[in-house]
């Protein structure tokens, strides 16, 4: 796959996406490519080193812009997770079992657990939700 910086007429910059340089060439050749913005069917590559990028090796600015929002996303969750609740860490099954059976004082707590233990803890009517801040951490530490 082939990602192309195309460039109308009237200026109007665009990606276009082809299975080859040959099919661009023939979508070109057939009038099919046209600019999404004025429908012009004046439509040329930018010239710039970008224009042979393949999205193997790198995202479209789109994608990227999606995966930061992503990103700020969880840092906000994160944020509110260290304000209003405890990190228990390891502990969480444990903790949330405490908390379950009045053993510890109630509060909201995150930590990490197994699927098994979050299996577990929902078997005994515990609730434990989800969150895919790991992967958040993971990719920190990298
Ligand atoms: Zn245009």
Redesign the pocket.
């Known amino acids: 796959m082939l990602i192309y910086d195309l460039v109308?007429?009237?200026q109007?910059a665009f990606e276009g996406w082809f299975q080859s340089a040959e099919d661009y060439e023939a979508q070109l050749r057939q009038g099919l490519l046209r600019?999404p913005?004025?429908?012009?069917d004046e439509v040329g590559r930018v010239p710039s080193p970008s224009h042979l990028r393949t999205n193997t090796n790198k995202a479209s600015p789109a994608r990227e812009e999606a995966k930061a929002r992503q990103a700020q996303a969880l840092q906000q969750l994160r944020d509110y997770l260290q304000r209003h609740s405890e990190h228990v860490g390891e502990r969480f099954a444990e903790e949330a079992r405490r908390i379950h059976y009045g053993e510890a004082e109630a509060r909201n707590i995150h930590g990490t657990a197994s699927h098994a233990e979050v299996a577990e803890l929902h078997a005994e009517g515990i609730h434990a939700v989800p969150l895919p801040l790991s992967s958040l951490d993971k990719r920190k530490q990298h």
Do not use: E, I, V
């Open positions: 109308c007429g009237r109007h600019c913005l004025c429908d012009s």
